[in-house]
């Protein structure tokens, strides 16, 4: 069994050491036993290898020279201490002595490791994880391959040289035009501006993991080529440097994982850029015209936010290796279509944002049929005048939002309700002046914003809906009972209907009876009417303190808090209140508000409530 070699060099904390010291460990084998001892009955052989990556730190450390360590075997509650063994290296590979073991899997619990002086330096204890088993099968020699970071000291001077080289190469020699607190007396690294450093448990620091490059890197065109020479560089920013405009290939060499290029002229990569540990990309803001096709190769990439570019189309062949993608976010851009494949081979995706692409009027058809993670489709601002036949074929999507299309009518069947789990629609900012009924279990949140509505669609078809957004329509009216149905409406958005003049006493909310007072509201929790300059209306006094609901937990009962049904009325003057029924209440209403200054405002409320769309 192989086991692939970190793509990535991992963050050097305490545990990384028991990597270094754990898998060499197993080198100790029985070698000079087992050289010429044929294999046991119930044997096999195993020889671990790990490749050498080389971090620095500029916190001192005692060299590892030494190490025991304890397993323990699958099925077996005792365990077995390996007798204290040499740390030894091969040029860039280190390799074990071939390792007899019986059959089974193995953990590996914990290790102590000696510096050379024989002083014991760690103690650690492992997790319980699949990182640190392996297994030993009958007459078969196996070779592991492991993760291992190997620990150098670099001093505080050397770094200093380095970022001194660093802008010189951009800035030039005047070190009065350098970040002000770059200077050779300042010995706190800490307090040196655009750096970002990895540090141990007592916050002592490790290594140089970041460099941000802004506007006191004024004028630099070209990220200098001995950036590369910063081998514990994991993170890159580049922002509102309007005349940056080039990559070095010199990135290669780099064990760079995160690279943000933000507000610059950036118009291309270099064609053959590959950088082996890179896990997110993200060009926003640029002058980006094509799709950068040496991306493509980049099969570790994670994370790709092409945003605010002029690429036109995208390649068919672009997403081809990037299995192991989770986020994509191409936003203003020009394209009008994606590769045929987008859904398929990015079926680790949760949510594709393809939003404000003027242009895309068109998604791909084909869908993963399972294994997918695909739950949210964010296609605000594009040209779409129906919903994608791709929507109703995604069987874990939750989130679709379609704000600001071409959509005059929404054929509801498109969304194949019961073939999949939605649960958030967003249809703002289209010119619907109606909207069907929508039947679901699953539908939380419906949003309708400034569509030109006359009326409330019917929401008979969704028990289960808790937010509901109508804000900026021509809502004239809310009839008797109009939300009888939905008994866990929260929340309610109606601001800007400015025509909207007649709602009943209770608003039409499900209430119910509790502690002996009728017509409570006990799930509303907000209601906007800012905005309704025609509504004359007062708030019922069972709204300003309802009391809370007990919750039950694992450490008691517990009796939540009173609250009142928040309603936003400003310019909306006919929107009175009145007085509280239980004079003890907190929310207890004086001259026609809430003694509570409440915190926030609706906007705020409603961000919250789906922050996640």
Sequence with gaps: MNVLICGRIMKIK??????????????????????????AEGQGEVTFRFYEHTVYTIDDIADVARIKVTLQKEGSEEELVLPTIDVNADGEEMVSEVLRLDVGTYSVVRYIAYNNKGDQIHDMY????????????????????????????????????????????????????????????????????????????NHNILYLAGIVFDEKFKGMKKLPANISRFTTLENIMIRDIPEFEELPIELNESNLQSLEIINTSLASLPENLQIKHLYKISIIDSKLTEFPSCLSNHKGLEMVDLVGNEIAQIPENAFDNWEKLSQLRIQRTKISSLPANTFTKLYRVYTFDFRWNENLSTLPVDVPQEHTK?????LDGCAFTDIPEAVGKIRELRTLSMAGNKLTTVDLSKLNIGHNELDQVFFDNNKLTSFGKLQSDKIILVSLNNCGLTEIPDLSGMPNLRYLSVANNNIAAIPVGKFKDNALLSVIDLSENTTLSSVPADFGVYTETKNSRNDVPVNLTALD????????????????????????????DKLLPAHPVIVYNRDAKGVTYEKCWNKDCPFRLEANHYQLNFAQDFDEIWAELHKEK
């Design 126 to 201: 492992l997790p319980e994880s699949g990182d640190n088993t392996f297994v030993i099968k009958h007459e078969e020699a196996v070779a592991f391959y492991f993760p291992v970071n190997i620990l150098e000291v670099q001093s505080a001077d050397m770094l200093k040289n380095k970022l001194f080289g660093l802008c010189t190469e951009i800035l030039g020699p005047d070190s009065t035009l350098w970040p002000k607190t770059w200077r050779e007396e300042n010995d706190d690294f800490k307090t040196w501006e655009n750096l970002e450093f990895e540090e141990d448990g």
């Design 14 to 39: 305490n545990y990384l050491l028991y990597c270094l010291v754990l898998f060499t460990a197993f080198f100790i084998s029985c070698k000079d036993e087992n050289a010429e001892t044929p294999l």
């Design 374 to 378: 695909f739950q949210g489709l964010l």
């Design 529 to 556: 009417l800012d905005g309704c300059l025609s509504l004359t209306w007062t708030v019922p006094a069972n709204w300003c303190c309802i009391e809370g609901e007990y919750m039950f937990g694992g450490n008691g």
